[in-house]
């Protein structure tokens, strides 16, 4: 029988260089500290510097106000104004990325250090990234990034007295606190219904800007995963409805919770589980891996050599599941090289589109990324222009129902469509059914994963919608000319093989499972009782139990 395998999160090399980067990181915030602030001119001429720059270049604005409803471009004026009161650094950084977060993108905000880090260290020919990351350095890009990013934070041990996840479209309450329950009888199982006095899908909504809310294309609503509002201090009043249809109606305040809180995230198990853990269930019948972070390619030699052991052991089992939920992305080489490229019986290509903006910004970007295929030994990625005046010849209708309108505008150059193909290594063949389980966690180059072996037939995708914006581009920074604040956003719009836009449609399983609310506030209890979860339990998961029936063949 295969043996469990496990491997660390992150390697030796990356918790030193870690390590490394926050002691330099330290050193030179006693010396920026005392810099001067910016002047109200040099905060506005940052605003409307970047404001230019997104206006004509970020791919998304024109999709986020016919899906979203929301017109970010309206709204510069109050942008404007915001700047131009805002008193200090700490309140100019908060303006940017409350603009940002408005966008309400995954991949647009400030830009965190380590990833300013790895722009630093990329390769001579990424030379539009190099450019802007030299106009500033690694203690501003810190500087800046914490204070735009405090007011997201809760202090430490605050909390909520209770815990709500989004679950078949409602917030499932699935941890309280004693005392609450004592006081004002709310128990998990209850469902949120209104929160100062709006229906509780409204109140989310109208949190756009304060963190990134993710988009439901069944229900096409704004969401939170965790029912976590930005943190204020100012009480909330609450509306609960159980069961039995009644309603529990009680004003809250944010309060110290002594205990460490677990959502109930699945694989279970997970919160024990390093970035690859592999096993067999069903009695060793299917083969089972899960990838907590499609981890730098150049840092992935170990975990390489631990899937490869894993890959060989199981290559005669009927079925292998690879699960890749609360995997938000990394890189795209280490799906296609650690675990395609090995399992493959014959090449296997997937087709992904992007679509550009017109902008001049963003030209140097789109012609680095895609002047010339990519053609090695492992993997190719074939690129072709279509141009939008023969869209209507090539697509099908319903692809044509699916494109984004905004595409057909002067405001987006001809898409490119991309053919990736990886080819076998032979090392590992695997002959049987493959599954890949996803969820609304699954995002950037895990999405990419997803739509691969979706539209490739690869694998079969089980699990609920992904969290979208796939894309096989680098994400494109932008350095203010005042500050030396670094922002990040996504260089195209990526779309699926049907023209549907990833950010939108995200990636559709072939088989939609939700999770069961019972087994959610069961699992929580479990989690909160301490039983421990050797390896992943069908028990409490209705994905993974479905997909476990498809794999055994219990069901057509």
């Not at 409204?202 to 939170?224: H, I, Q």
């Not at 690869?458 to 609920?464: C, F």
């Not at 093989?497 to 506030?521: G, L, N, R, W, Y």
């Amino acid at each position: 029988m295969p043996s469990k395998q496990k491997t660390d999160r992150k390697s030796d090399l990356h918790v030193y260089l870690l390590a490394l980067l926050g002691m330099v990181i330290g050193i030179a915030l006693i010396f920026t500290s005392c810099a001067p602030e910016l002047t109200v001119e040099q905060r506005l001429a940052d605003f409307e510097y970047l404001f230019a720059v997104l206006r004509e270049n970020h791919p998304y604005l024109a999709l986020k106000a016919r899906v979203e409803n929301y017109d970010w471009l309206a709204h510069e004026k109050e942008f404007e104004n915001a700047v131009r009161k805002s008193g200090s650094e700490a309140a100019f950084a908060r303006c940017i990325q409350e603009m940002l977060l408005l966008i309400n993108n995954g991949h647009t905000s400030v830009m965190d250090p380590l990833t300013f880090r790895n722009v630093q260290s990329a390769p001579k020919e990424m030379s539009p990234w190099i450019y802007q990351a030299i106009k500033t350095d690694i203690e501003t890009v810190y500087h800046w990034y914490q204070l735009a990013t405090k007011e997201q934070r809760y202090p430490q041990n605050i909390s909520l007295p209770f815990r709500a996840r989004y679950v078949e479209g409602e917030y499932i309450v699935y941890w309280t606190s004693d005392e609450l329950t004592a006081r004002s009888k709310v128990f998990p199982g209850q469902i949120i219904r209104t929160v100062n006095a709006k229906p509780v899908h409204e109140y989310v909504e109208s949190l756009r800007g304060k963190t990134w809310l993710r988009y439901d294309p069944l229900r096409e609503r704004l969401f939170m995963l965790e029912f976590m509002p930005p943190y204020r201090g100012r009480p909330l009043h609450i509306v609960f409805e159980d069961e039995l249809k009644t309603f529990v109606d009680v004003i809250l305040s944010f309060t110290e919770v002594p205990q460490q809180i677990q959502p109930p995230v699945f694989p279970t198990g997970v919160w024990d589980m390093p970035n690859v853990y592999t096993t067999t269930l069903a009695d060793g019948q299917v083969g089972y891996v899960h990838i907590a972070q499609m981890t730098g390619y150049s840092l992935s030699g170990y975990e390489k050599e631990l899937l490869l052991s894993f890959f060989s052991e199981i290559k005669g089992l009927p079925a292998l599941i690879i699960d890749i939920r609360n995997n938000t992305g990394g890189s795209n080489l280490y799906w296609m090289l650690n675990i395609v490229r090995p399992l493959a019986t014959q090449p296997i290509t997937g087709i992904n589109i992007s679509a550009y903006r017109s902008g001049t910004y963003i030209m140097p970007f789109l012609f680095t990324e895609q002047s010339s295929d990519t053609i090695t030994d492992e993997y190719t990625i074939e690129r072709t222009v279509i141009p939008k005046s023969e869209l209507k010849s090539v697509l099908t209708p319903t692809q044509m129902k699916n494109l984004p309108p905004e595409i057909l505008t002067p405001d987006f150059v001809d898409p490119i469509m991309c053919r990736t193909t990886v080819y076998p290594s032979l090392e590992c063949p695997f002959n049987g059914k493959i599954f890949l389980l996803v969820d609304y966690e699954v995002f950037s180059a895990a999405d990419c994963f997803a739509q691969f072996c979706k539209y490739s037939g690869w694998a079969q995708v089980v699990g609920q919608h992904t969290a979208g914006d796939a894309s096989y581009s680098n994400i494109v920074l932008v350095t203010l000319p005042n500050s030396g604040m670094v922002v990040k956003f996504p260089p195209d719009m990526g779309l699926n093989p049907d023209f549907s836009a990833s950010e939108e449609m995200h990636t559709a399983p072939d088989v939609i499972v939700e999770q069961d609310p019972k087994m959610i506030v069961e699992y929580a209890q479990a989690i909160k009782n301490g039983e421990k979860f050797p390896e992943p339990d069908p028990k409490y998961d209705a994905v993974l139990a479905k997909c476990l029936e498809l794999a055994l063949g219990e069901e057509p």
